[in-house]
Protein backbone atom coordinates (compact mmCIF):
# COMPACT_ATOMS: atom_id res chain seq x y z
CA UNK A 1 0.00 0.00 0.00
CA UNK A 2 1.27 3.73 -0.90
CA UNK A 3 2.92 5.27 2.09
CA UNK A 4 0.05 8.15 2.68
CA UNK A 5 3.20 9.95 5.28
CA UNK A 6 4.81 10.36 1.60
CA UNK A 7 2.10 12.49 0.15
CA UNK A 8 2.00 16.11 -0.36
CA UNK A 9 -1.27 16.27 1.41
CA UNK A 10 -3.29 13.35 3.69
CA UNK A 11 -5.53 11.03 1.44
CA UNK A 12 -8.71 10.62 2.96
CA UNK A 13 -10.96 7.70 2.42
CA UNK A 14 -14.87 7.32 2.45
CA UNK A 15 -14.18 5.86 5.80
CA UNK A 16 -12.21 8.47 7.33
CA UNK A 17 -14.48 11.55 6.14
CA UNK A 18 -17.38 12.23 8.09
CA UNK A 19 -20.93 10.73 6.75
CA UNK A 20 -22.24 14.12 5.76
CA UNK A 21 -19.39 15.03 3.80
CA UNK A 22 -19.98 11.54 1.38
CA UNK A 23 -23.60 11.06 1.91
CA UNK A 24 -26.26 11.56 -1.15
CA UNK A 25 -22.97 12.00 -3.90
CA UNK A 26 -24.43 9.07 -5.86
CA UNK A 27 -27.95 10.15 -5.70
CA UNK A 28 -27.83 11.81 -8.66
CA UNK A 29 -27.58 10.52 -12.35
CA UNK A 30 -25.67 12.25 -15.50
CA UNK A 31 -27.51 12.97 -18.91
CA UNK A 32 -24.69 12.77 -21.61
CA UNK A 33 -25.12 12.93 -25.60
CA UNK A 34 -23.64 10.12 -27.35
CA UNK A 35 -23.28 11.29 -30.50
CA UNK A 36 -24.24 12.59 -33.50
CA UNK A 37 -20.56 12.67 -34.36
CA UNK A 38 -19.69 9.72 -32.37
CA UNK A 39 -17.59 6.80 -34.52
CA UNK A 40 -19.65 3.90 -33.01
CA UNK A 41 -23.25 5.13 -33.74
CA UNK A 42 -22.95 4.13 -37.67
CA UNK A 43 -24.26 7.32 -38.35
CA UNK A 44 -25.37 10.80 -37.28
CA UNK A 45 -27.32 9.04 -34.45
CA UNK A 46 -27.80 10.94 -30.99
CA UNK A 47 -28.26 9.07 -28.33
CA UNK A 48 -29.20 10.77 -25.02
CA UNK A 49 -28.18 8.29 -22.08
CA UNK A 50 -28.78 8.26 -18.48
CA UNK A 51 -25.57 7.29 -16.87
CA UNK A 52 -25.48 5.89 -12.87
CA UNK A 53 -21.74 6.01 -13.13
CA UNK A 54 -20.81 2.88 -16.04
CA UNK A 55 -24.26 1.99 -15.99
CA UNK A 56 -26.99 3.18 -18.32
CA UNK A 57 -30.22 4.06 -16.75
CA UNK A 58 -31.98 5.35 -19.78
CA UNK A 59 -31.58 5.47 -23.69
CA UNK A 60 -33.74 7.55 -25.61
CA UNK A 61 -32.20 8.30 -29.73
CA UNK A 62 -32.43 11.54 -31.55
CA UNK A 63 -32.99 11.06 -35.14
CA UNK A 64 -33.39 13.93 -37.79
CA UNK A 65 -29.49 14.93 -38.27
CA UNK A 66 -29.70 13.62 -41.93
CA UNK A 67 -33.41 14.21 -42.97
CA UNK A 68 -33.17 14.20 -46.59
CA UNK A 69 -37.26 14.93 -47.22
CA UNK A 70 -36.95 11.76 -50.11
CA UNK A 71 -40.73 10.87 -49.60
CA UNK A 72 -41.52 14.59 -50.65
CA UNK A 73 -39.18 14.43 -53.34
CA UNK A 74 -40.98 11.63 -55.10
CA UNK A 75 -44.25 13.16 -54.91
CA UNK A 76 -43.06 16.17 -57.23
CA UNK A 77 -41.26 14.12 -59.76
CA UNK A 78 -42.11 11.80 -61.87
CA UNK A 79 -42.82 7.84 -61.55
CA UNK A 80 -39.20 7.34 -62.82
CA UNK A 81 -37.48 10.06 -61.33
CA UNK A 82 -38.79 9.01 -58.08
CA UNK A 83 -36.15 5.96 -58.17
CA UNK A 84 -32.94 7.86 -58.48
CA UNK A 85 -34.54 9.45 -55.03
CA UNK A 86 -35.41 6.11 -53.17
CA UNK A 87 -32.52 4.14 -54.09
CA UNK A 88 -29.73 6.75 -52.04
CA UNK A 89 -32.08 6.42 -48.98
CA UNK A 90 -30.68 3.02 -48.05
CA UNK A 91 -27.13 3.58 -49.30
CA UNK A 92 -25.91 0.01 -47.68
CA UNK A 93 -28.65 -1.76 -50.01
CA UNK A 94 -30.39 0.25 -52.46
CA UNK A 95 -31.59 -2.33 -54.77
CA UNK A 96 -33.83 -3.31 -52.18
CA UNK A 97 -35.50 0.25 -52.23
CA UNK A 98 -35.52 0.22 -56.14
CA UNK A 99 -37.39 -3.40 -56.21
CA UNK A 100 -39.97 -2.28 -53.50
CA UNK A 101 -40.49 1.45 -55.27
CA UNK A 102 -40.72 -0.11 -59.00
CA UNK A 103 -42.59 -3.16 -57.76
CA UNK A 104 -45.37 -0.95 -56.44
CA UNK A 105 -45.65 1.31 -59.51
CA UNK A 106 -45.79 -1.94 -61.37
CA UNK A 107 -48.97 -3.57 -59.35
CA UNK A 108 -50.64 -0.27 -59.78
CA UNK A 109 -50.04 -0.83 -63.40
CA UNK A 110 -51.13 -3.79 -63.25
CA UNK A 111 -48.13 -5.23 -65.25
CA UNK A 112 -45.96 -8.29 -64.77
CA UNK A 113 -41.82 -7.55 -65.51
CA UNK A 114 -39.82 -10.31 -68.06
CA UNK A 115 -38.48 -13.01 -66.46
CA UNK A 116 -35.19 -12.66 -67.20
CA UNK A 117 -35.53 -9.18 -65.45
CA UNK A 118 -37.12 -10.97 -62.32
CA UNK A 119 -34.71 -13.20 -61.82
CA UNK A 120 -31.70 -10.71 -62.33
CA UNK A 121 -33.27 -8.66 -59.79
CA UNK A 122 -33.25 -11.52 -57.35
CA UNK A 123 -29.58 -12.03 -58.19
CA UNK A 124 -28.75 -8.78 -57.38
CA UNK A 125 -30.62 -8.46 -54.55
CA UNK A 126 -29.08 -10.94 -52.59
CA UNK A 127 -25.52 -9.84 -53.51
CA UNK A 128 -26.44 -6.51 -52.23
CA UNK A 129 -27.89 -8.38 -48.56
CA UNK A 130 -24.32 -10.14 -48.56
CA UNK A 131 -22.61 -6.93 -49.50
CA UNK A 132 -24.29 -5.03 -46.24
CA UNK A 133 -23.89 -7.52 -44.01
CA UNK A 134 -20.24 -6.96 -44.98
CA UNK A 135 -20.36 -3.33 -43.91
CA UNK A 136 -21.94 -4.31 -40.49
CA UNK A 137 -19.73 -7.01 -40.21
CA UNK A 138 -16.32 -5.31 -40.76
CA UNK A 139 -17.51 -2.18 -39.14
CA UNK A 140 -18.78 -3.90 -36.08
CA UNK A 141 -15.72 -5.72 -35.79
CA UNK A 142 -13.68 -2.35 -35.73
CA UNK A 143 -15.76 -1.00 -32.88
CA UNK A 144 -15.24 -4.11 -30.95
CA UNK A 145 -11.42 -4.29 -31.65
CA UNK A 146 -11.51 -7.15 -34.44
CA UNK A 147 -9.55 -4.73 -37.01
CA UNK A 148 -8.36 -7.29 -39.17
CA UNK A 149 -11.94 -8.67 -39.71
CA UNK A 150 -12.75 -4.37 -40.91
CA UNK A 151 -10.35 -5.17 -43.90
CA UNK A 152 -11.41 -8.38 -44.61
CA UNK A 153 -15.05 -7.83 -44.89
CA UNK A 154 -14.44 -4.56 -47.04
CA UNK A 155 -12.06 -6.54 -49.18
CA UNK A 156 -15.05 -9.09 -50.15
CA UNK A 157 -17.49 -6.25 -50.41
CA UNK A 158 -15.38 -4.47 -52.90
CA UNK A 159 -15.79 -7.59 -54.78
CA UNK A 160 -19.47 -7.27 -55.38
CA UNK A 161 -19.54 -3.50 -55.75
CA UNK A 162 -17.51 -4.45 -59.02
CA UNK A 163 -20.04 -6.45 -60.14
CA UNK A 164 -22.63 -3.75 -59.37
CA UNK A 165 -20.33 -1.70 -61.57
CA UNK A 166 -20.13 -3.46 -64.34
CA UNK A 167 -23.76 -3.94 -64.45
CA UNK A 168 -25.25 -0.77 -64.08
CA UNK A 169 -22.30 1.63 -64.65
CA UNK A 170 -22.60 2.54 -60.87
CA UNK A 171 -20.89 1.26 -57.49
CA UNK A 172 -23.59 2.36 -55.63
CA UNK A 173 -27.26 4.49 -56.09
CA UNK A 174 -27.80 2.61 -59.11
CA UNK A 175 -30.93 3.63 -60.60
CA UNK A 176 -30.80 0.08 -62.62
CA UNK A 177 -34.27 -1.27 -61.60
CA UNK A 178 -36.89 0.57 -63.92
CA UNK A 179 -41.01 0.53 -64.06
CA UNK A 180 -41.85 -2.54 -66.18
CA UNK A 181 -38.10 -4.84 -65.90
CA UNK A 182 -34.37 -2.99 -65.75
CA UNK A 183 -32.39 -0.27 -67.27
CA UNK A 184 -30.45 -2.36 -69.06
CA UNK A 185 -29.38 -5.95 -69.67
CA UNK A 186 -26.21 -7.59 -67.45
CA UNK A 187 -23.16 -7.04 -69.98
CA UNK A 188 -20.92 -9.43 -71.44
CA UNK A 189 -19.00 -10.93 -69.07
CA UNK A 190 -21.31 -10.22 -65.81
CA UNK A 191 -22.21 -13.41 -64.92
CA UNK A 192 -18.62 -15.28 -65.09
CA UNK A 193 -17.93 -12.35 -62.78
CA UNK A 194 -21.35 -13.45 -60.72
CA UNK A 195 -19.85 -17.57 -60.73
CA UNK A 196 -16.20 -16.42 -59.84
CA UNK A 197 -17.61 -14.43 -56.48
CA UNK A 198 -19.92 -17.97 -56.31
CA UNK A 199 -16.41 -19.96 -56.06
CA UNK A 200 -14.78 -17.20 -53.81
CA UNK A 201 -17.21 -16.13 -50.72
CA UNK A 202 -18.19 -19.34 -49.15
CA UNK A 203 -14.68 -20.22 -48.15
CA UNK A 204 -14.33 -16.61 -47.09
CA UNK A 205 -17.60 -16.21 -45.10
CA UNK A 206 -15.97 -20.01 -42.98
CA UNK A 207 -12.88 -17.33 -42.55
CA UNK A 208 -14.80 -14.97 -40.68
CA UNK A 209 -16.21 -17.63 -38.33
CA UNK A 210 -13.07 -19.14 -37.85
CA UNK A 211 -11.88 -15.44 -36.69
CA UNK A 212 -14.74 -14.42 -34.30
CA UNK A 213 -17.05 -16.97 -33.48
CA UNK A 214 -14.24 -18.63 -30.59
CA UNK A 215 -12.36 -15.16 -30.21
CA UNK A 216 -12.64 -14.57 -26.44
CA UNK A 217 -12.93 -10.73 -26.86
CA UNK A 218 -15.75 -11.05 -29.40
CA UNK A 219 -17.69 -13.65 -27.34
CA UNK A 220 -17.07 -11.52 -24.27
CA UNK A 221 -18.26 -8.30 -25.84
CA UNK A 222 -21.64 -10.05 -27.81
CA UNK A 223 -22.55 -13.00 -25.71
CA UNK A 224 -25.44 -12.39 -23.46
CA UNK A 225 -25.28 -8.64 -24.41
CA UNK A 226 -28.26 -6.75 -25.61
CA UNK A 227 -31.23 -9.41 -24.96
CA UNK A 228 -34.81 -8.52 -25.93
CA UNK A 229 -37.62 -10.94 -25.64
CA UNK A 230 -39.38 -11.78 -28.80
CA UNK A 231 -42.87 -10.89 -27.42
CA UNK A 232 -40.94 -7.09 -26.95
CA UNK A 233 -39.45 -6.89 -30.09
CA UNK A 234 -42.98 -7.93 -31.87
CA UNK A 235 -44.49 -5.11 -30.11
CA UNK A 236 -42.09 -2.57 -31.27
CA UNK A 237 -42.49 -4.03 -34.69
CA UNK A 238 -38.99 -4.78 -35.00
CA UNK A 239 -38.14 -6.98 -38.18
CA UNK A 240 -35.42 -8.49 -39.89
CA UNK A 241 -32.25 -10.48 -38.26
CA UNK A 242 -32.87 -8.40 -35.11
CA UNK A 243 -36.27 -10.39 -34.79
CA UNK A 244 -34.74 -13.94 -36.36
CA UNK A 245 -32.23 -13.86 -33.96
CA UNK A 246 -34.77 -14.43 -30.67
CA UNK A 247 -36.61 -16.86 -31.87
CA UNK A 248 -39.17 -15.60 -34.59
CA UNK A 249 -39.08 -17.17 -38.06
CA UNK A 250 -40.53 -14.10 -39.95
CA UNK A 251 -38.69 -13.26 -43.22
CA UNK A 252 -40.96 -11.50 -45.94
CA UNK A 253 -39.42 -13.56 -48.28
CA UNK A 254 -40.97 -16.37 -47.06
CA UNK A 255 -44.11 -15.01 -45.30
CA UNK A 256 -45.24 -12.85 -48.43
CA UNK A 257 -42.77 -13.88 -51.12
CA UNK A 258 -42.05 -11.00 -54.06
CA UNK A 259 -40.51 -11.44 -57.25
CA UNK A 260 -40.70 -14.93 -57.35
CA UNK A 261 -39.04 -15.93 -54.29
CA UNK A 262 -40.96 -18.64 -53.88
CA UNK A 263 -39.30 -20.52 -56.65
CA UNK A 264 -36.25 -20.72 -54.80
CA UNK A 265 -34.76 -23.19 -51.62
CA UNK A 266 -33.07 -21.07 -49.03
CA UNK A 267 -33.11 -21.59 -45.61
CA UNK A 268 -34.41 -18.65 -43.01
CA UNK A 269 -31.80 -18.42 -39.96
CA UNK A 270 -33.29 -18.38 -36.87
CA UNK A 271 -31.54 -18.27 -33.21
CA UNK A 272 -33.49 -17.87 -29.92
CA UNK A 273 -30.72 -16.10 -27.38
CA UNK A 274 -31.57 -12.27 -28.77
CA UNK A 275 -28.08 -11.27 -27.93
CA UNK A 276 -25.64 -9.50 -30.06
CA UNK A 277 -24.27 -12.86 -30.90
CA UNK A 278 -27.21 -14.33 -32.04
CA UNK A 279 -27.46 -11.36 -34.59
CA UNK A 280 -24.26 -12.41 -35.59
CA UNK A 281 -24.40 -15.85 -35.88
CA UNK A 282 -27.65 -14.87 -37.92
CA UNK A 283 -25.80 -12.90 -40.46
CA UNK A 284 -23.07 -15.15 -41.28
CA UNK A 285 -26.20 -17.77 -41.87
CA UNK A 286 -28.11 -15.40 -44.22
CA UNK A 287 -24.92 -14.77 -46.68
CA UNK A 288 -24.46 -18.67 -47.10
CA UNK A 289 -28.21 -18.72 -48.26
CA UNK A 290 -28.23 -15.46 -49.94
CA UNK A 291 -25.07 -17.35 -52.19
CA UNK A 292 -27.90 -20.50 -52.08
CA UNK A 293 -30.21 -17.56 -53.96
CA UNK A 294 -27.10 -16.58 -56.37
CA UNK A 295 -26.36 -19.83 -57.29
CA UNK A 296 -30.15 -20.68 -58.30
CA UNK A 297 -30.57 -17.37 -60.09
CA UNK A 298 -27.53 -18.14 -62.58
CA UNK A 299 -28.52 -21.19 -63.41
CA UNK A 300 -31.87 -20.73 -64.57
CA UNK A 301 -31.20 -16.95 -65.86
CA UNK A 302 -33.37 -17.06 -68.94
CA UNK A 303 -32.56 -15.50 -72.37
CA UNK A 304 -34.89 -12.36 -73.28
CA UNK A 305 -35.68 -8.90 -73.29
CA UNK A 306 -35.48 -7.13 -70.06
CA UNK A 307 -37.89 -4.69 -70.00
CA UNK A 308 -42.12 -4.88 -71.03
CA UNK A 309 -42.18 -4.08 -74.51
CA UNK A 310 -45.21 -1.83 -74.23
CA UNK A 311 -44.10 1.81 -75.66
CA UNK A 312 -46.18 3.59 -73.16
CA UNK A 313 -44.03 2.51 -70.69
CA UNK A 314 -40.78 2.47 -71.54
CA UNK A 315 -38.26 5.66 -71.58
CA UNK A 316 -36.10 5.18 -74.93
CA UNK A 317 -33.01 5.98 -73.46
CA UNK A 318 -33.11 3.08 -71.10
CA UNK A 319 -32.97 0.79 -74.21
CA UNK A 320 -29.77 -0.78 -75.28
CA UNK A 321 -30.89 -2.07 -78.25
CA UNK A 322 -33.60 -0.99 -80.94
CA UNK A 323 -36.83 -2.63 -81.68
CA UNK A 324 -35.38 -4.89 -84.02
CA UNK A 325 -32.35 -6.37 -81.39
CA UNK A 326 -29.48 -4.15 -82.91
CA UNK A 327 -28.34 -0.67 -82.66
CA UNK A 328 -28.75 1.38 -79.79
CA UNK A 329 -31.46 4.77 -78.93
CA UNK A 330 -30.50 7.04 -81.52
CA UNK A 331 -31.41 4.45 -84.17
CA UNK A 332 -34.59 3.94 -81.87
CA UNK A 333 -35.16 7.29 -82.01
CA UNK A 334 -34.54 7.33 -85.69
CA UNK A 335 -37.13 4.53 -86.23
CA UNK A 336 -39.86 6.43 -84.08
CA UNK A 337 -39.62 9.48 -86.33
CA UNK A 338 -39.94 7.30 -89.42
CA UNK A 339 -42.58 5.19 -88.22
CA UNK A 340 -45.47 8.15 -87.61
CA UNK A 341 -45.75 11.43 -85.58
CA UNK A 342 -48.15 9.98 -83.02
CA UNK A 343 -44.85 7.48 -82.07
CA UNK A 344 -43.01 11.02 -81.99
CA UNK A 345 -44.71 12.89 -79.75
CA UNK A 346 -45.66 10.07 -77.43
CA UNK A 347 -41.73 9.90 -77.06
CA UNK A 348 -41.40 13.58 -75.98
CA UNK A 349 -44.51 13.19 -73.52
CA UNK A 350 -42.37 10.24 -72.24
CA UNK A 351 -39.64 12.42 -71.64
CA UNK A 352 -40.89 15.60 -70.29
CA UNK A 353 -43.99 14.32 -68.94
CA UNK A 354 -43.43 10.93 -67.47
CA UNK A 355 -45.87 7.76 -67.67
CA UNK A 356 -49.77 7.78 -66.30
CA UNK A 357 -50.48 5.40 -63.45
CA UNK A 358 -54.19 4.71 -62.93
CA UNK A 359 -55.64 5.93 -59.53
CA UNK A 360 -55.33 3.58 -56.22
CA UNK A 361 -52.97 2.32 -53.62
CA UNK A 362 -50.62 -0.11 -52.34
CA UNK A 363 -48.59 -1.49 -50.04
CA UNK A 364 -45.58 -3.42 -51.70
CA UNK A 365 -42.81 -4.67 -48.88
CA UNK A 366 -39.85 -6.66 -49.57
CA UNK A 367 -37.07 -8.28 -46.94
CA UNK A 368 -33.66 -5.83 -47.03
CA UNK A 369 -31.03 -6.54 -44.52
CA UNK A 370 -32.60 -4.71 -41.74
CA UNK A 371 -36.28 -6.44 -42.04
CA UNK A 372 -39.41 -5.12 -43.99
CA UNK A 373 -39.05 -2.66 -45.63
CA UNK A 374 -42.47 -0.99 -47.53
CA UNK A 375 -43.92 1.57 -49.67
CA UNK A 376 -47.28 2.77 -49.31
CA UNK A 377 -47.93 4.48 -52.93
CA UNK A 378 -50.86 6.54 -53.83
CA UNK A 379 -51.76 7.62 -57.12
CA UNK A 380 -54.54 10.21 -58.10
CA UNK A 381 -54.28 9.36 -61.84
CA UNK A 382 -51.31 11.89 -63.25
CA UNK A 383 -47.80 11.63 -63.94
CA UNK A 384 -46.43 11.65 -60.80
CA UNK A 385 -47.57 10.13 -57.14
CA UNK A 386 -49.81 11.66 -54.65
CA UNK A 387 -48.15 10.10 -51.75
CA UNK A 388 -44.90 8.30 -51.29
CA UNK A 389 -44.76 6.92 -47.38
CA UNK A 390 -41.75 4.46 -46.39
CA UNK A 391 -41.35 2.01 -43.75
CA UNK A 392 -38.26 1.93 -43.59
CA UNK A 393 -36.93 -1.48 -40.78
CA UNK A 394 -33.47 0.94 -39.30
CA UNK A 395 -36.38 3.47 -37.98
CA UNK A 396 -38.19 1.10 -36.92
CA UNK A 397 -36.02 -1.31 -35.53
CA UNK A 398 -34.32 1.53 -33.34
CA UNK A 399 -37.10 1.88 -30.57
CA UNK A 400 -35.55 -1.63 -29.28
CA UNK A 401 -32.41 0.21 -28.44
CA UNK A 402 -33.28 1.61 -25.17
CA UNK A 403 -34.02 -1.99 -24.20
CA UNK A 404 -30.92 -3.63 -25.23
CA UNK A 405 -28.79 -1.10 -23.12
CA UNK A 406 -30.62 -0.38 -20.33
CA UNK A 407 -28.97 -1.70 -17.05
CA UNK A 408 -25.83 -2.28 -18.92
CA UNK A 409 -22.91 -0.66 -19.35
CA UNK A 410 -21.62 2.13 -21.62
CA UNK A 411 -19.23 -0.12 -23.78
CA UNK A 412 -21.78 -2.81 -24.41
CA UNK A 413 -24.23 0.16 -26.34
CA UNK A 414 -21.71 0.31 -28.87
CA UNK A 415 -22.04 -3.62 -29.38
CA UNK A 416 -26.07 -3.23 -29.41
CA UNK A 417 -26.31 -0.10 -31.80
CA UNK A 418 -24.18 -2.26 -34.23
CA UNK A 419 -26.60 -5.09 -33.66
CA UNK A 420 -29.26 -3.03 -35.07
CA UNK A 421 -27.15 -1.86 -37.94
CA UNK A 422 -29.28 1.09 -38.77
CA UNK A 423 -28.46 3.28 -41.48
CA UNK A 424 -29.66 6.86 -40.77
CA UNK A 425 -30.36 7.58 -44.43
CA UNK A 426 -33.65 5.19 -44.30
CA UNK A 427 -34.15 6.62 -40.85
CA UNK A 428 -34.47 10.68 -41.72
CA UNK A 429 -35.93 9.92 -45.11
Not at 134 to 153: D, K, P, Q
Not at 184 to 198: I, K, N, S, T, Y
Not at 220 to 235: A, D, H, N, S
Amino acid sequence: MRDQTSAPFPIETADDMPREHYEGLREETMVINMGPQHPSTHGVLRLVLELDGENVVSCRPVVGYLHTGIEKNCEWRSWQQGIAFVTRMDYLSPFFNELAYVTAVERLLGIEVPERARVIRVMLCELNRIASHLVWLATTSLELGAISMMLYGFRERETILDIFELASGLRMNHAYMRVGGLAMDLPEGAEDRVGDLLRILPGRIHEYEDLLSANPIWVERTRGIGQVPKERLLGLGVTGPVLRASGVDYDMRRSNPYAGYEEYEFEVPVRTEGDCYARFEVRIEEMKQSLRIVEQCLARLPAGPVKIDDPKLRFPGDLAVGPDGIGNSEEYVKHIMEESMEALINHFKLVTQGIRVPPGEVYEAVESPRGELGYYVVSDGTNRPYRVRVRDPSFVNLQGLPDMVTGRLVADTVACIASVDPVMGGVDR
